[in-house]
């Protein structure tokens, strides 16, 4: 993390403290629960439009309560993801209605347990996946995408734990088969997916990743990948020289012409899989330029060449997986060995840096100036 990170993170962290010993003035912005009227009511960032980072504001919400089958749990900090950049944006299919509360990840203390909730009880330390929401200081949701956190793992390292390394397993594992003595090229390998990616094939003896990033992320990055390229060189060339054969899996969150590189990257029986999309966001705001640029250079994918050639292209979503196909008992295995290799030392969620979530001012100077990050910011109420 770079010297000004580190100096932000305890900033935050000291106001943090600070804040957590007052008690909140009046229609201020304290934290903790207030009441007006008859309505207990919470803090919460809401998106009231889709756009740049001036549609966010924290204000008031009226605060959850637990459903039959749901925890309530008062955030300690929540995950910002590249996938939250593109909700913003309303980069995303079917977006929902604004104004929401935007997120997908957080971690905090059990508060109240809804009707027939077992295994938990008031107090335990948790993270979680919500269906949007966690970007508040109290998210409801059901057990089934709650999981307890290890003593020694932090709040920050919680909230940046769940989406990316569920990720990169699935797509290493349970979609692609790493196994001893394979090839990997992951696109993105500064971000959060990218380095959970390059721990998790740590895992595995013999295993070569290849990695693309932007040049100023190479250095907090060269440890962890076996061959670094710079994003925007020819790295099918680079990869071809060091590997005649291609690799055995790629993993894609740039779509457009990288997806037919991907493809023609790939040895018998290898497996590329699309993530996502980042080459269609490109600022601040969405763009329909780059969106229909992007799609435009995506390749066809003839059927009968993947048959001739033994390719296997696939798709993820993690989200999709867990609200929409309802994969969430999957998902809770996945995390329980995740966190075994956790304990065992052998992985480490990165936190790039911490923020107040107040401090929206100072993330737009992050997002626009692009400054070298690790792998994912946390946010902190």
């Known amino acids: 993390m770079a010297k000004e990170g580190v100096e932000k993170a305890e900033e935050t962290e000291q106001m943090i403290e600070k804040e957590a010993g007052k008690e909140p003035a009046e229609g201020g912005g304290g934290g903790g629960s207030h009441r007006l009227g008859d309505a207990?009511?919470?803090r919460a960032v809401v998106l009231a439009g889709f756009g740049g980072l001036n549609k966010l504001?924290?204000?008031?919400?009226?605060?959850?309560?637990?459903?039959?089958?749901?925890?309530?749990?008062?955030?300690?900090?929540?995950?910002?993801?590249?996938?939250?950049?593109?909700?913003?944006?309303?980069?995303?299919?079917?977006?929902?209605?604004?104004?929401?509360?935007?997120?997908?990840?957080?971690?905090?203390?059990?508060?109240?347990?809804?009707?027939?909730?077992?295994?938990?009880?008031?107090?335990?330390?948790?993270m979680a996946f919500v269906n949007y929401n966690a970007w508040a200081e109290v998210v409801c949701t059901p057990v089934e995408f709650v999981y307890k956190?290890?003593?020694?793992?932090?709040?920050?390292?919680?909230?940046?734990?769940?989406?990316?390394?569920?990720?990169?397993?699935?797509?290493?594992?349970?979609?692609?088969?790493?196994?001893?003595?394979?090839?990997?090229?992951?696109?993105?390998?500064?971000?959060?997916?990218?380095?959970?990616?390059?721990?998790?094939?740590?895992?595995?003896?013999?295993?070569?990743?290849?990695?693309?990033?932007?040049?100023?992320?190479?250095?907090?990055?060269?440890?962890?990948?076996?061959?670094?390229f710079?994003?925007?060189?020819?790295?099918?060339?680079?990869?071809?020289?060091?590997?005649?054969?291609?690799?055995?899996?790629?993993?894609?969150?740039?779509?457009?012409?990288?997806?037919?590189?991907?493809?023609?990257l790939l040895k018998p029986l290898g497996t590329y899989i699309l993530y996502g999309s980042s080459n269609m966001v490109t600022g601040e705001t969405k763009s329909f330029f780059s969106f229909a640029k992007s799609w435009w250079q995506v390749e066809k994918v003839n059927p009968i060449k993947l048959f001739e050639?033994?390719?296997?292209?696939?798709?993820?979503?993690?989200?999709?997986?867990?609200?929409?196909?309802?994969?969430?008992?999957?998902?809770?295995?996945?995390?329980?060995?995740?966190?075994g290799l956790y304990t065992q030392k052998k992985i480490k969620p990165v936190v790039d840096s911490l923020w107040a979530l107040e401090e929206m001012k100072r993330l737009r100077v992050r997002e626009r100036d692009k400054r070298p990050g690790r792998a994912h910011t946390a946010q902190k109420w």
């Open 57 to 126: 504001r924290v204000t008031r919400k009226a605060m959850p309560e637990p459903q039959d089958g749901e925890l309530k749990i008062r955030v300690k900090a929540c995950g910002l993801n590249f996938i939250d950049l593109m909700v913003r944006q309303g980069n995303i299919d079917n977006p929902p209605k604004t104004p929401l509360v935007p997120g997908f990840e957080c971690s905090g203390i059990v508060e109240a347990l809804g009707d027939s909730v077992k295994g938990y009880e008031i107090g335990d330390r948790v």
């Open 309 to 339: 050639e033994n390719k296997v292209i696939a798709g993820f979503s993690l989200l999709n997986l867990l609200f929409k196909q309802g994969r969430a008992g999957l998902i809770r295995g996945v995390v329980d060995k995740l966190i």
């Open 149 to 228: 956190i290890p003593d020694d793992m932090s709040f920050s390292e919680a909230a940046a734990f769940p989406m990316n390394f569920v990720t990169a397993y699935m797509m290493l594992f349970e979609v692609a088969n790493l196994r001893e003595g394979m090839s990997v090229l992951v696109h993105s390998a500064g971000g959060g997916v990218g380095q959970a990616v390059a721990q998790l094939c740590s895992t595995i003896p013999n295993v070569t990743v290849f990695g693309t990033a932007s040049t100023f992320k190479h250095e907090a990055i060269k440890d962890s990948v076996t061959h670094l």
């Open 40 to 42: 207990q009511e919470m």
């Open 230 to 264: 710079d994003r925007n060189a020819d790295y099918v060339q680079e990869v071809k020289r060091i590997s005649a054969e291609g690799v055995d899996i790629v993993l894609d969150c740039l779509c457009g012409d990288n997806t037919g590189k991907g493809l023609s």
